[in-house]
Every structure is written in C-alpha cells, then in structure tokens.
C-alpha cells in the first residue's frame, strides 16, 4: 500500500492514523480515527462513557493548572489514598499508573517465567498478549500449564462478562497452584452502584486463602479513563494480593508516574457521586433503544454485549459490510472500530453507546449506505 499525505500534514499508509510510532500489527487500538477525520461529530470507537468528561473535574482543572510547576508526589498521595478509600479496600496495597497500559506491561514483567493463557473468551483487548510477546511468553497449549493467567471481564471488545462467582469457579478449576492471575475490570464499574461486590477484588477473604492455600497471585487492573471519559490523560490502578508484590511493583515502577492533571481529574471524579449515577441510569436505556433500531434495520446483525456496558460488539455475518460501515461511518465523521484489525474478526464492529443525536447521525449513514449491501 503506498503512503498518502493526510490533510493535517501526516504521513501514513492508510491503516496507522498515528505516524511513524504507531504499531498497528501488534497494538492497534480504538479511538485513534478521530485524528483524521475531518468533519469530526463523534468518535465511537473508544468505549469511553456518555456523559463525556466530568464538568466539575474539568472546571477544578482550569483553576489548578498552575500545579504543573511542580512535581507530582512519588507516593501518589493524595490520589492513592483517596483511591483506596474510594474502593473500599482494607490494604494498602494499591499503585496508580500513567493509565492501565503501564501496569499491564509492569506486572507481565514482574510475574515469574512462564507460558500465558488468557480467559474464558473467544477474544479480548489485546494488551495483554502484547506484553507476554514483548517478555518472550509463550501461549500455553493448556491453561493448566499456564505460570501467568490474563483474564478481561467485561471482555472488551466481546461484552462476554463472567460473574464474581463463576469468575471464582474458574480461577480455582483452572489456574494451577502458585500461578499468577490478572483479571481487568476497567468495564465493570458500568455494572451500577453495586460494581464492586461484583468485583473480583472485593472478595478479601478469598483472594488471600487463594494466596496462603495455594499460592495464586490474583492482581486487579482498572483503566479510570473510560469510565471518566479521559483517555488522553492516562490514569489506571493496580490492587495487589500482598506485600510481597506490591513491594515488587513499587520497586521497579517509574517515578512520578502520576501527573497531577490526571490526578485532580479523578480525585474530583470519585467525589462526583452524581456524573456516575447519570451514567448508570442513561447508558443501558440508550443502549437498549439503539441495539432496537440497528437490529430492526439490520436484522441480519448480531449484536452482542451485556445490556449495561457501553458499547457494542457486532457480527455483521460479512466482512464486506463491516469494512463499508467502517468506511461510512468514518466519512460521517462517526469512526467505529473494526474487529479486523487486532482482533482478526473481519466481519465484526464495535461501536460504541452515545447520545441519541449523536447515534442518529450514524445510523442514518448506515441507513443510507449499507442497505444495499
């Protein structure tokens, strides 16, 4: 494919929409369209929430920009203890990161040697495979066999979702003694104001018989900057099962890896009690009503996905219609995400759940467009 110059001044051969730096074989990733789409309405291929950035966190950030003449603290403080308190964890062992993409790769490192097997699904955010490449980890032909297990739930981009309890189940019939596990649950807070007894991280008691019984690891990732809708500011969390480990993180993380812009934004976010009840209450009814309309038009599609996460992931049945509606999509200034690339699901898409004149616009391009397909 040859290279083209884009209008904003970017070289690039027509599949990476970040220059020269992008790797998109190994690490593609939703919500990078945007910055070639001209006629920009709203970009639905990052599962980011809603309600768009929280107002009050954008407006305390405007009054505190000053902050950035100083460096942030290396123990994270305060953002790592009103974090703490915020999930309701009775440890301390929980670490920040420059968004969950830097935890990733830090306890994929930090693990003991080993094969890598990933969860229960037909396929998952990429992330993780990435890293166990990147460390030389081999996929292991049995999960039994596997010393790192990496487990995504919700799973993005499938919206395939296990429950605490089956969760468990699989832990204990899967992963063999002394194993480590890493489960990301970047999209269950979208499971409503009980999201964390649905969460893995909340079953102290477990998590540490699973440790002194049979020595797995269980270690929690959340990605803040979905459900806050602040993906260019990078902020994640790590919860660690003991000490030991999160000595081990602490010991080989990068210093001032917290930015207090990104900080400030999610200690606001966490007091916000209201930003994430609206979300709750709208998310699931518009995605309620906009899997009715793409369903009625589109009866052919399978439209897959828990009913409070907040995107879809859709079987078009043709690889020919998903690379269209990609196209179409794009050119109405609403870029989606093809399950082609990195995924390798060519007749699939993911788009995410938006306001409802925002979804209009691409429906009416799929209307318009793709019928006829």
């Not at 830097?102 to 040697?113: F, H, S, T």
């Not at 018989?209 to 602040?230: A, D, N, P, R, Y």
């Amino acid at each position: 494919m040859s290279s083209v110059v884009n209008t904003k001044g970017d070289i690039n051969d027509g599949t990476s929409s970040s220059g020269a730096l992008a790797v998109e074989d190994k690490a593609f990733h939703g919500g990078q369209d945007w910055m070639t789409t001209e006629n920009l309405i709203a970009d639905f291929s990052v599962t980011t929430g809603i309600m768009g950035p929280c107002e009050e966190a954008l407006s305390f950030l405007d009054g505190n920009l000053h902050k950035i003449h100083h460096y942030p603290a290396l123990d994270q403080e305060p953002y790592r203890s009103e974090l703490k308190s915020w999930l309701g964890l009775p440890h301390e062992y929980v670490l920040m990161g420059n968004g969950s993409s830097e935890l990733i790769d830090l306890i994929i490192r930090l693990a003991p040697r080993g094969n890598y097997a990933v969860g229960p699904n037909e396929v998952q955010y990429k992330e993780y495979e990435n890293s166990c490449h990147r460390y030389d980890r081999v996929l292991a032909e049995k999960p039994m066999e596997a010393s790192l297990h990496v487990f995504v739930n919700p799973t993005n981009p499938t919206g395939e979702y296990l429950s605490v309890e089956k969760t468990k189940s699989y832990i204990e019939e899967t992963c063999r003694d002394g194993s480590y596990v890493v489960i990301d649950e970047s999209m269950l807070p979208w499971f409503g104001p009980r999201w964390r007894e649905a969460s893995v991280y909340y079953q102290f008691e477990w998590i540490n018989q699973m440790l002194t019984e049979k020595g797995i690891h269980i270690v929690v990732i959340h990605s803040w900057t979905k459900i806050f809708c602040c993906t260019g500011l990078r902020i994640g969390s790590i919860i660690l099962p003991c000490k030991d480990d999160f000595d081990l993180m602490k010991k080989y993380m990068i210093p001032w890896n917290v930015n207090v812009l990104a900080g400030d934004y999610l200690s606001v976010c966490m007091r916000n009690k209201e930003y994430l009840q609206q979300t709750w209450e709208t998310t699931s009814n518009l995605r309620k009503i906009q899997k009715e309309q793409l369903e009625k038009e589109f009866p052919d599609w399978d439209i897959k996905g828990e009913a409070f996460l907040s995107w879809m992931w859709i079987d078009t049945k043709s690889e020919q219609v998903a690379e269209k509606a990609v196209t179409v999509a794009k050119a109405w200034g609403c870029p989606i995400r093809w399950g082609k690339k990195g995924y390798n699901r060519p007749t699939h898409i993911r788009l995410a759940v938006r306001k409802p004149e925002l979804f209009q616009v691409l429906f009416s391009a799929f209307k318009q467009e793709l019928k006829s397909q």
